[in-house]
């Protein structure tokens, strides 16, 4: 049931990104920065916050005035600031849901990664209790039935001594001291909402905070121009003598709402807290198990620090020495937070196939596919394909149509995540002839499965990340592909396009290997993008 | 007879760098040996390919080193391993590619390569990083 629902799921976002790579191209496609984005809503709600509190006055009598003024007599930087302060969190709510719902489909949430999830899931509360206690500040008729229903909904709960509704009965009893204590909310909340964001990215290493510039200067240019179409309104004066009976509620946040007065607190409780709890246990639900984690080989660690700059989930720690070589450190991996990605044992030196077949055990390495497996599978794919355009492509098993590639006449090595591929792979494949050329298949550039993989690839490929590509190696004879999960006739038809170049480049040359520089060369390799 | 002999003055005062050193020193003499076998065709690549592997590694290490001392001349240094993994890797695929090798030559420039790293180890990065 969950599998066809993941499934269904995968396909409608397919849908949706795929046209936003057309329009946009991967790399800045907003659905593979829905996290960061939050982030980036969340400071612009900060900024435009701060603006506004300059002018906002903090009693039941003057808010509504003060934040009138900020409208229509200084519409053109408080009227747009107001506006970019409510757009801004209603962006917030939708990429943090999209974020929820693309990490359910794309089963990121169990195994090591329930950390986020849970996390994530908590901080869903803080959003939305940000957001509505800003809806009281304004002190409209919107503010006033959410005064109300808000008061309703937590009288239901067996908390308070006397009802908090009362309060709102008539204008007598709502003090500005109480106005004070939900201004005090509104700065508070998001205060521990933005602590929880930082818990919630605390188990992954590089967490994107910040979306790429084109996104960030795109959207902010999108809420502006939003803002100055349709500046956010206020929706007359508050009125506790009178029942507010029409409101247009904000659906973003109040979703919920109208369903309190319709059904009842009670049954709203059960739909939010039971939700919440649900969502909060799904990783469990059923549990899943990791690959086995990576496993370090101290004979052949010598502590070199490069396993634990790439992985992309903190796993991998760097301790002291434990077996008395005079080494300072070795790397250490913690299985609680190994996602079995492999991107460790493609960053070690020492995994490298032109070793001794019989000691190739790399300093860190993978269980499920170790490197000696992948150097063995290599030669297996290879062996029954002959001419001048044999390819070998390396894929990751998150990627493009597998299927696609079993048909395109090339051989085919598997891989957690390209990341997992040691560069050296690429080097002994072509230079002992192997293969004609190489081909590296991952995920959609700027969405890989395992966060960093794609990214060490290019940089190591291009001489920027240890361990390089060697610049011996021809780049023309290695291509890449970021295909993401739905491209497969564009990835056969790359496929053949790099045979036929590969045909017309003849067969590597025999004897006297170019000697180009690693450290100087122009290590420019094909690429080929998706979409 | 060995390649090349271990000698105090190689020593550059940090435990794991020579240790490392003596390692491949003992890789380099075994290559030697083996490369005056019959059988060298075959197993003189294995070697070459561990060589290669221990030497990536080693300067892995001397770079993760350097990075944490924030040695000034980090860059060149660096070229300097890059441009020695290259030669090593050019040695590895003459090997290869000819089978028929003169095994002279062959010792001679892996002993000038190894030698030359030494030669990369200049007083100031000693000095850092102690």
């Excluded at chain 1, 010598?302 to 700059?309: E, Q, S, V």
Aim: proline share 5%; charged share 20%.
């Amino acid at each position: 049931m969950l599998e066809s629902l993941q499934r269904a799921g995968r396909r409608a976002f397919a849908l949706v990104e795929n046209a936003f790579d057309a329009a946009f191209g991967p790399r800045i496609n907003p659905f593979y920065h829905l996290g960061a984005l939050g982030f980036f809503f969340f400071w612009i709600v900060a900024a435009s916050g701060i603006y506004l509190f300059i002018f906002f006055e903090t009693s039941i009598d003057g808010a509504y005035g003060s934040v009138e003024y900020l409208t229509h007599t200084q519409w053109y930087l408080g009227g747009v600031t107001r506006s970019l302060h409510r757009y801004a969190s209603d962006a917030m709510v939708i990429v943090v849901l999209l974020h929820l719902a693309r990490e359910f489909v794309l089963d990121r949430y169990r195994g090591v990664r329930w950390y986020a999830w849970l996390t994530g899931v908590m901080l869903l509360w803080f959003l939305y209790a940000s957001g509505i206690s800003g809806y009281w500040l304004v002190w409209d008729r919107l503010a006033q039935y959410i005064a109300v229903v808000t008061a309703e909904w937590f009288d239901w709960l067996p908390l308070f001594g006397e009802s908090i509704a009362r309060n709102f009965l008539d204008s007598a009893t709502v003090s500005d001291r109480f106005f004070s204590l939900m201004f005090f909310m509104h700065l508070g909340i998001p205060l521990f909402l933005l602590l929880g964001m930082w818990i919630h990215i605390q188990r992954i290493s590089r967490a994107r905070t910040n979306p790429p510039r084109a996104i960030m200067f795109g959207t902010l240019a999108a809420l502006t121009a939003l803002s100055l179409v349709y500046p956010a309104l206020s929706q007359g004066p508050a009125d506790l003598d009178t029942v507010v009976s029409v409101v247009r509620p904000d659906w973003f946040y109040l979703t919920l709402y109208p369903l309190i007065d319709v059904w009842s607190p009670g049954a709203v409780w059960a739909v939010a807290g039971g939700g919440s709890l649900l969502l909060m246990v799904l990783p469990w639900l059923p549990r899943r198990r990791e690959a086995a984690a990576a496993v370090v080989s101290l004979p052949n660690c010598n502590g070199c620090g490069r396993c634990f700059a790439d992985c992309p989930y903190s796993a991998v720690i760097m301790q002291p020495r434990t077996d008395g070589l005079p080494y300072a450190s070795q790397a250490s991996v913690d299985p609680d937070l190994c996602t079995a990605c492999g991107i460790c044992a493609g960053a070690c030196p020492t995994a490298t196939p032109f070793r001794r077949t019989t000691e190739l055990v790399a300093g860190i390495d993978m269980p499920l596919l170790p490197v000696r497996a992948m150097r063995q599978r290599t030669l297996d794919a290879m062996a029954p394909l002959s001419g001048t355009d044999r390819v070998l492509v390396y894929v990751c098993r998150s990627s493009s149509g597998l299927g696609a590639l079993a048909a395109s006449g090339v051989g085919v090595v598997t891989l957690p995540c390209v990341g997992a591929l040691p560069p050296s792979f690429i080097d002994f494949a072509i230079s002992r002839r192997h293969a004609d050329g190489v081909m590296l298949v991952g995920c959609a550039a700027g969405d890989c499965y395992q966060r960093l993989g794609i990214d060490w690839v290019e940089q190591r490929l291009a001489g920027q990340r240890d361990p390089y590509l060697r610049g011996r190696v021809p780049r023309n004879r290695v291509a890449t592909a970021w295909a993401g999960p739905r491209d497969g006739a564009e990835l056969a038809r790359r496929v053949a396009a790099f045979r036929a170049q590969l045909r017309d480049m003849g067969p590597y040359p025999q004897g006297g290997t170019p000697s180009a520089s690693t450290a100087q060369s122009e290590m420019h390799n094909v690429t080929y993008r998706m979409g | 007879m060995s390649l090349i002999e271990w000698d105090e003055k190689f020593s550059v005062g940090v435990a794991a760098v020579d240790y490392e050193h003596r390692e491949l020193i003992g890789l380099v003499n075994e290559t030697y040996d083996r490369l005056q076998r019959p059988d060298a065709g075959v197993t003189v690549p294995d070697f070459l390919g561990e060589i290669y592997a221990r030497i990536s590694a080693h300067f892995a290490l001397e770079e993760n080193l350097m990075r944490a001392k924030r040695y000034a001349h980090f860059d060149e240094h660096k070229a300097d391993h890059e441009r020695l993994l290259d030669e090593i890797r050019d040695i590895m695929d003459d090997y290869e590619d000819r089978k028929i090798f003169d095994t002279e030559r062959l010792a001679q420039r892996l002993g000038t390569w190894f030698t030359v790293h030494f030669r990369t180890h200049d007083a100031r990065l000693h000095r850092q990083l102690e």
